[in-house]
């Protein structure tokens, strides 16, 4: 049996996971993405493996979900070939829709940032690096991963990422409790399920650590079952998935996404508009315009970080400046909003529908500036879209589907226009 080990610039865990296949008896077969896809045709199944694919440009996963490799692993998995996704490689599957396995692939959910929480007050958010335990899920459906597994089984593994936190609709998290597709969940020692930090490391809905799609042969998992011996029945499961050889066909979940809404983005009252930009080359930028380019949307991208402040007074905004919290004099400066858009150009505003990087920008200022006089901070993402010729609607259109600066199960996308107040 032969294993890809499939990798994307950036990804690292290739070692491990080589020698988790190998401790299960199967060969590992390592495969770059620019190697030719047909070498994945032969393959009896695949490992997306963890890492930063990409840096985590725009976001963890996304550009990696975009790279023609991806819809040859769809193809493949479609005739019932195993699939598993580890960290990185569970973030690139959530983002490709083939987990949880919606019509057509739809995007269903999202993998993102980590919410560390005690009460009311941010422990931290991103990388976070340590050993959780995980079990099955007590509704969990048999698949190829959990053969060798118990429900009582408790596994000790380590997580490490920055972006893990499931969070998805109520009526798609119900219908995957009744399919079973919530595979394992963070508990205690004991197997106890508890939401809170540090059992649940990252904040994720319903302490979910790895979904499956309906089949059964996909699986996202954030935790790193093949740094440790403790994951190896994950691996002989998956084995002896393909030693048995059968592919179930199931229809894909009832749940539709609905299309949602872009308002306008309108400055409240009193709040104070900063947009900062990189003096240096943008690489997010840049990798997100040649990734459309190479899904053939001739594009040039613009990205700058948006700051949306509340506080009374004009000496407060420049104390908060002078802190260097927001941005960083050196590499970074602010651009006039009134200026910052071309005419030609399509803007979107992006922002995580729990903006924990507000929240926490704030908490700095108060804890270790004593600036106490901040009432709110929000952050943002701007995306400018400019083409040689005139921008049409369909381009954007286009642009857009691909998800490729927002998930809409995390963020919330706003059109833009220059403020006139």
């Known amino acids: ?249 199931v229809p894909p979940l009832y749940y539709y996404p609905r299309r949602q809404k872009m308002p306008m983005y309108t400055k409240l009252p009193h709040h104070h508009e900063w947009l900062i930009e990189l003096m240096i080359t943008d690489n997010q930028a840049l990798t997100v315009q040649n990734t459309l380019r190479q899904l053939g949307l001739n594009i040039t991208v613009k990205r700058q970080i948006h700051w949306e402040i509340s506080c009374d007074t004009n000496d407060i905004l420049q104390q908060i400046k002078n802190s260097g919290v927001l941005f960083n004099a050196r590499k970074e400066c602010e651009v006039n909003p009134l200026q910052a858009v071309q005419t030609t150009a399509a803007a979107f505003l992006i922002r995580a529908k729990d903006d924990l990087l507000g929240q926490q920008k704030r908490q700095t200022l108060i804890d270790h500036f004593a600036i106490n006089d901040v009432h709110a901070i929000k952050h943002g993402v701007l995306w400018q879209f400019s083409a040689e010729n005139m921008l049409s609607t369909e381009l954007i259109d286009k642009v857009l589907s691909t998800n490729i600066i927002y998930n809409p199960y995390a963020h919330d996308c706003y059109q833009y226009q220059q403020s006139l107040s």
């Open 1 to 249: 049996m032969r294993i890809g080990i499939v990798q994307f610039p950036g990804s690292n865990c290739e070692r491990e996971t080589v020698l988790a296949v190998k401790r299960a008896g199967m060969e590992a077969v390592e495969f770059l993405w620019n190697e030719p896809r047909e070498k994945l045709q032969s393959l009896d199944g695949y490992i997306i493996v963890g890492g930063f694919s990409y840096e985590d440009r725009s976001r963890a996963g996304i550009i990696a979900a975009l790279d023609p490799v991806m819809q040859e692993i769809k193809l493949q998995s479609e005739k019932g070939k195993p699939v598993l996704g580890i960290c990185n490689g569970a973030q690139v599957l959530v983002e490709t829709g083939l987990v949880p396995g919606l019509e057509n692939n739809k995007l269903g959910m999202a993998l993102t940032e980590n919410k560390r929480m005690a009460g009311d007050k941010i422990l931290g958010t991103g990388y976070y690096n340590s050993w959780v335990n995980i079990r099955l899920t007590n509704e969990y459906q048999r698949n190829a991963f959990t053969r060798h597994l118990k429900p009582n089984d408790i596994l000790h593994v380590p997580v490490a990422h920055a972006e893990g936190r499931f969070v998805m609709t109520e009526a798609l998290l119900q219908e995957i409790k009744v399919q079973g597709l919530n595979v394992f969940q963070y508990c205690d020692k004991e197997g106890v399920i508890a939401e809170h930090f540090p059992i649940n490391p990252n904040g994720s809905i319903n302490n979910i650590a790895a979904v499956s799609n309906k089949a059964g042969n996909v699986m996202a998992m954030m935790p790193h079952p093949e740094r440790t011996p403790n994951g190896d029945a994950i691996f002989a499961s998956m084995r002896d998935y393909i030693k048995e050889g059968r592919a179930e066909t």
